[in-house]
């Protein structure tokens, strides 16, 4: 499977740093971009200093000691005219983990001012499947509407609210049942969290 996968710069960086960690272990090719205030939030919600998105990827290999079977090429957030930013070239999917309410506003309303909003909009007019990771709460009116704009349009909006009947241990836990479930709506199979058995 070939992904593009966006860090917007919500709070939830665990959210992204969970479901790369999962990326990492399986075969395959992901483009990623990570916006300034993504790179910002991540440090301080890790209490770390990632500067590049080369910065994230190396973090998660190196917490969580993972031997990459994924292969990830990085684009710049601000270049839209990157490769990703064209419809001529083919993915599968993309995953915008965190999603900020303003990322879900520019893509709502078919803004393309970044490389995140460019692919989301190439993403969408394509009909591929794009997945939207929103870390807000709670959503006033203004962000409902963007989300259901962005639904109509095509787009499956996941918000990161981790169920519980898994019996989370850690902070991990909660991170990797919303890497599990973005795996089960790309296709993929997960062993992240127990499929519930009724």
Aim: charge should be negative; proline fraction near 5%; charged fraction near 25%.
């Amino acid at each position: 499977m070939k992904l593009v996968v966006g860090l917007a710069g919500a709070s939830g960086s665990i959210y992204a740093a969970r479901f790369l960690k999962a990326l990492s272990e399986v075969e395959g090719e992901t483009y990623i971009t990570a916006s300034p205030a993504s790179l910002r939030i991540f440090s301080e919600e890790y209490e770390t200093n990632v500067k590049t998105t080369e910065d994230i990827l190396s973090f998660v290999e190196e917490k969580w000691m993972v031997k990459p079977k994924h292969k990830f090429h990085v684009r710049n957030f601000f270049d839209i005219g990157s490769d990703i930013a064209s419809g001529s070239n083919v993915w599968d999917a993309m995953v915008v983990v965190p999603c900020s309410m303003k990322t879900v506003a520019s893509m709502s309303a078919g803004l393309t001012e970044n490389l995140i909003e460019r692919t989301a909009d190439v993403t969408l007019k394509e009909r591929r499947r794009l997945i939207v990771v929103p870390r807000e709460t709670p959503y006033n009116r203004i962000h409902l509407r963007n989300l259901l704009n962005l639904d109509e349009a095509g787009a499956i909006i996941l918000p990161a609210s981790p169920g519980f009947y898994q019996m989370p241990k850690t902070l991990d836990d909660l991170g990797d049942f919303i890497a599990g479930r973005i795996f089960n709506l790309l296709g993929l199979s997960q062993t992240l969290f127990p499929k519930w058995e009724g």
